[in-house]
């Protein structure tokens, strides 16, 4: 397991390569260019740039995330091949400098929902992300941006914005003739021409789940199950066109099984990274994200490492995903520098107890 940690950049994350280095077993980051909007070119020299500064810290860039699939391509308009020509160019600069992993998504309109981002954990007075889905209904997603106008209550959706309203009400209204099949034919069209680019410079492509792992406002989405990533790993049979397991936007929905989602993917050799964390059932689609801990919410991290140990390669990455915000940092939702850390060290102390057992020591 190769332990990693999310950052940001200098210009836009508090936590510093100094910090992220000092954690126990941290061997190096899963970057990204949060300035870069979906469709850009992610330059040599701003790639090279960023990577400079991680190697010199001490540590290792070979996963990149959020390198984000354009709307045009996801709705399949004539516009996706030039998006397509960019994203193809993002890929090779990427495995120039060294990147073997592109963590992605094919998430229509919105990323990743959460309805609070700091709701206070009563037990000990930390708080999470959290989400209950009672708080969206009746809204639409275009309300859901104008509500954050008026009165933001924590409500966040990544990439919208309020200024880009009317460019969201456009696109949803394009969603209404897309279905789960169409978008999959628009999917596989992306792979088509990304997968043979990425097997010819070393890099694997791995699509990161739905967050929540359902479909919300009424929009398709492909990636929240066991059977939803069969299909996508199909669209174009590859080891390239891989999966990044998180497991707790997967583990949101209780139905899915993360063990044995592991177990299944990795023995096909279709995980290329997983992000780990825990997550807490308050109730029907109503959740909020826990310390690392199996005790502390409702994932088996125990089982979940394992399944890892038992069927990816032991050199995969790793990363703890999500941590609560504790001891007073202030910070990134979500992206702390505590809780985060704490989660690597309780991963990789249960990964030595599950080495040191399979070798008899
Ligand atoms: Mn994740």
């Known amino acids: 397991m190769k332990m990693t940690f999310r950052w940001y950049g200098k210009n836009s994350d508090p936590v510093s390569l100094k910090q992220i280095r000092q954690i126990p077993g941290m061997t190096g980051v899963m970057g990204f260019l949060d300035y870069k909007p979906a469709g850009e070119v992610w330059t040599k020299e701003e790639i090279g740039a960023y990577v400079k500064d991680i190697k010199e810290a001490g540590l290792e860039c070979e996963v990149i995330e959020s390198v984000n699939v354009h709307e045009d391509i996801k709705m399949g308009l004539p516009t996706r091949d030039k998006y397509i020509d960019a994203y193809i160019e993002t890929i090779r600069n990427l495995a120039e400098v060294g990147v073997k992993v592109i963590i992605y998504n094919f ?84 792979l088509d021409a990304v997968i043979p680019v990425c097997e010819e410079v070393g890099v694997k492509m791995a699509c990161h789940p739905d967050d929540p792992a359902w479909p919300i406002f009424g929009l398709p989405r492909l990636a929240h199950d066991q059977a939803g990533f069969d299909r996508i790993v199909k669209l174009h049979d590859s080891p390239a066109n891989a999966i990044c397991l998180c497991t707790g936007s997967l583990g949101s929905n209780p139905e899915n099984d993360i063990p044995s989602i592991i177990r299944h993917f990795g023995e096909m050799d279709r995980i290329a990274a997983l992000h780990i964390r825990n997550v807490k059932f308050l109730g029907y689609r109503k959740f909020r994200e826990a310390s690392h801990l199996s005790s502390d919410g409702s994932l088996d991290m125990y089982a979940i490492v394992k399944a890892v140990y038992d069927t990816c390669p032991h050199d995969i990455y790793v990363r703890p995903d999500h941590g609560r915000m504790i001891w007073d940092e202030q910070g990134r939702p979500g992206y702390g520098l505590y809780d985060r850390a704490l989660g690597a060290t309780y991963l990789n102390g249960l990964w030595e107890a599950i080495d040191k057992n399979a070798k008899g020591e």
């Open 107 to 190: 998430m229509p309109v919105l990323d990743w929902l959460r309805t609070d981002l700091a709701r206070e954990i009563p037990e000990d007075g930390s708080n999470s992300l959290y989400y209950d889905d009672a708080e969206l209904q009746g809204l639409t997603a275009v309300q859901l941006v104008e509500n954050t106008l008026k009165d933001s209550k924590g409500f966040s959706m990544p990439g919208w914005e309020p200024e880009r309203l009317a460019e969201l009400k456009v696109t949803m209204k394009r969603y209404e003739e897309i279905d789960e099949d169409k978008l999959a034919e628009n999917y596989k069209y992306f």
